[in-house]
């Protein structure tokens, strides 16, 4: 029998990049471009995608290394304001396993040459998946990728 | 134009009940039993829940003071374990303003003949409307209320 528990935490990560707003705001809100760098494991099949991007809309998709342990997420986005925040609940499964249900608030604000990112996660880390530490590398290498995204989009 | 804000808060109430987790758990399961509880103080009027409880099912409910403005709560479904744990997402709009977005997770433990409830909530505040102290308030009552109920049956 599955031991139940839930393990509560929230972390945050800032960064600044090198494009506007709306630029960087394009760049959660359109499929194609969030794609390119969302995925902490580039190397990883997606299927499944979808991304229907409104209040009230879902995004969906299944990725995981080739014949092993799929990994899917599945969020609803609950506020959107264009070039400002996107606020989503999502959660992860690993195969059929709920590992973890999430607060996403994602903030985008005009400075000095870009826009600075913050995003927050709240958690709740359920029946032992508690590798929070894990969560947060995954998210930060994602951010990092936007922002090598953006670097060439800048330099193109 | 509105000004954009957001104030990230986690609070938790725990609460020991009488009745054993099943019984608690049913007064969130059942629609009939969470409408006795789950609503605003006696002035807002007759509860109008509605309840679809299953993972990815829907809840709504709203209402308000007379003439004040109408307090909307809607949420979704997320992880059920029958008797132990729920969690659910859920929104709050005051009118047509959306002023929070939450994850709610209620866990349901025996203690001795009866339930020690922990709910953990992780919101964020949208714009300057309300905070976690209200919130935390709100739930407290609920959960008078919640311990009335439970007491009636």
Redesign the interface.
């Known amino acids: 029998m599955t031991v139940r528990n839930a393990k509560h935490a929230t972390f945050t990560i800032e960064r600044v990049y090198p494009a506007s707003p709306a630029r960087v705001f394009a760049a959660w809100s359109n499929k194609e471009a969030k794609t390119a760098w969302a995925y902490c494991h580039p190397e990883w099949p997606v299927s499944d995608h979808v991304f229907d991007f409104r209040e009230g809309g879902r995004e969906h998709l299944v990725t995981g290394p080739a014949g092993g342990t799929r990994h899917v997420f599945d969020a609803v986005f609950h506020d959107i304001v264009p070039d400002q925040r996107i606020v989503y609940a999502y959660d992860m499964h690993l195969d059929e396993r709920r590992i973890s249900v999430s607060l996403a608030t994602i903030e985008f604000f005009a400075v000095a040459g870009g826009t600075r990112l913050v995003l927050t996660e709240q958690g709740a880390f359920l029946d032992g998946y508690d590798d929070i530490a894990g969560r947060e590398e995954g998210t930060r290498i994602g951010l990092d990728n936007l922002d090598r995204q953006q670097r060439q989009q800048r330099a193109a | 134009m509105t000004e ?1 804000s ?1 104030k ?1 808060a ?1 609070f ?1 109430i725990e609460r020991t009940f009488a009745a054993p987790p099943s019984r608690v758990f049913a007064a969130y399961a059942d629609v009939k039993s969470k409408a006795r509880w789950f609503g605003g103080p006696e002035d807002w009027g007759k509860s109008n829940l509605k309840l679809d409880f299953k993972v990815g099912g829907r809840e709504s409910e709203s209402g308000g003071p007379p003439g004040g403005p109408v307090h909307y709560y809607n949420a ?1 479904y ?2 059920i ?1 029958p008797d ?2 729920i ?1 659910l ?1 859920y ?1 709050m709009h005051l009118d047509k303003t ?1 002023i929070s ?3 709610g ?1 209620t ?1 349901f433990k025996p203690a001795g003949a009866g339930t020690r409830l922990v709910y ?1 909530e ?3 505040f ?1 714009d300057g409307h309300d905070d976690a102290g209200g919130r935390e308030q709100g739930f407290g009552g609920l959960f008078d209320q919640l311990a009335r109920f439970l007491e009636m049956q």
């Open positions: 954009r957001t990230h986690t938790a979704i997320q992880d374990v132990e744990r969690v997402t929104e959306r977005v939450s994850l997770t866990e953990t992780q919101a964020v949208l």
